[in-house]
């Protein structure tokens, strides 16, 4: 399922994950939570807004003369489009193993494995999965390339 690519720098995820958490906040509020671990100053924290507003990844309202901050994208959805992301960076034949990968690296809570053996479960396995890099980025017999130096 492809769902509309939303792309944050690693500084709008912190702004985001307040929004998700709090449902809404003003600048203020949300250089106040980021204040100590970001050491950002209030202007940082509008600049990434102003950014993430016109990427309409949020949107505000004005209340008076402060502006109430909403996000418009759910952070399932965003997590999903980074994943899609990241994924569409590597070789289809290792999406597997790094999915193996991630989950030797994450802890995980009884609850999570569950979910994750649910959904291994629920999935039928294909007989191959097709490269889909081009000459010279992958390690496949399929697509070796010679360079002539």
Request: proline share 1%; aromatic share 2%; hydrophobic share 45%.
């Given at each position: 399922m492809t769902i509309e690519p939303v792309k944050i720098s690693d500084a709008e995820w912190e702004?985001?994950?307040?929004?998700?958490?709090?449902?809404?906040?003003?600048?203020?509020?949300?250089?106040?939570?980021?204040?100590?671990?970001?050491?950002?100053?209030?202007?940082?924290?509008?600049?990434?807004?102003?950014?993430?507003?016109?990427?309409e990844v949020i949107r505000s309202e004005s209340e008076g003369k402060r502006f109430i901050y909403y996000p418009n994208v759910s952070e399932k959805a965003t997590v999903r489009s980074a994943t899609e992301n990241l994924f569409s960076h590597i070789c289809a034949q290792k999406i597997g193993m790094t999915i193996a990968d991630l989950v030797n690296e994450a802890q995980l809570?009884?609850?999570?494995?569950?979910?994750?053996?649910?959904?291994l479960a629920a999935k039928t396995p294909v007989?191959?999965?097709?490269?889909?890099?081009?000459?010279?980025?992958?390690?496949?017999?399929?697509?070796?390339?010679?360079?002539?130096h």
């Open positions: 702004v985001m994950r307040v929004l998700w958490t709090l449902n809404s906040a003003t600048a203020h509020e949300i250089a106040a939570i980021l204040g100590d671990k970001m050491d950002w100053k209030l202007a940082t924290v509008k600049t990434l807004l102003g950014r993430l507003s016109k990427k809570t009884a609850t999570d494995i569950a979910a994750i053996n649910t959904a007989e191959n999965i097709a490269c889909n890099c081009i000459p010279g980025q992958c390690e496949c017999s399929q697509h070796q390339v010679k360079i002539n």
